[in-house]
């Protein structure tokens, strides 16, 4: 029953992202895609097949980020981290985990102010996408790519602080130029 009702995952992507783009193949696993949504505001990707391939938790993960920066550049950058997740080089992610790019001058997009990635519950995803994933048994993980002051938050005040700060403050989580 869950299985027929996993299927429906794409959709289920579509009607909140818009509608699948593209998609790229996994470097590491048949099966498990990087998808691109089509989407007047904001782009998207998401994995599709994380959820089957990952035996210890179902989950996907999905990035929303500003509509003129280039899909391509943040597939790669989640394809190379979806691959260290299922080589078990990095750790499921939980809520406040995050993950700083190994080299300083590492981007996802040229002149971005990125230093790294931050997984969250995805809090601000409309209500019918959540239970809708609560349905089939599988946890949305957002990828928000951080900056070094959110870094310095996160080491110095948690991840509770970080969300509070970004909400408190209405920071604009999709400019990866961003700053404070």
């Excluded at 299985?3 to 498990?32: A, C, T």
């Excluded at 900056?147 to 209405?170: A, R, S, V």
Aim: glycine fraction near 4%; hydrophobic fraction near 40%.
């Amino acid at each position: 029953m869950i299985q027929d009702l996993r299927n429906s995952l794409p959709f289920i992507f579509e009607k909140e992202f818009g509608q699948i783009q593209g998609s790229m193949k996994s470097s590491v696993e048949d099966g498990l895609q990087i998808v691109e949504y089509k989407n007047e505001h904001l782009n998207f990707i998401s994995t599709l097949g994380l959820s089957k391939n990952y035996s210890i938790l179902s989950m996907e993960w999905f990035m929303e980020f500003q509509k003129e920066l280039p899909n391509d550049n943040a597939a790669s950058m989640m394809d190379y981290y979806i691959s260290l997740l299922l080589s078990n080089h990095i750790a499921c992610p939980k809520r406040g985990n995050f993950i700083l790019f190994s080299q300083p001058g590492d981007h996802i997009w040229i002149k971005d102010n990125i230093c790294g990635i931050y997984f969250t519950v995805p809090a601000y995803r409309s209500d019918l996408f959540q239970e809708e994933m609560k349905k089939i048994k599988i946890i949305p993980i957002w990828v928000v790519p951080i900056t070094n002051i959110d870094k310095e938050i996160l080491e110095n005040k948690g991840w509770k602080y970080l969300e509070c700060f970004w909400e408190d403050n209405q920071i604009d989580l999709h400019d990866p130029f961003r700053r404070y």
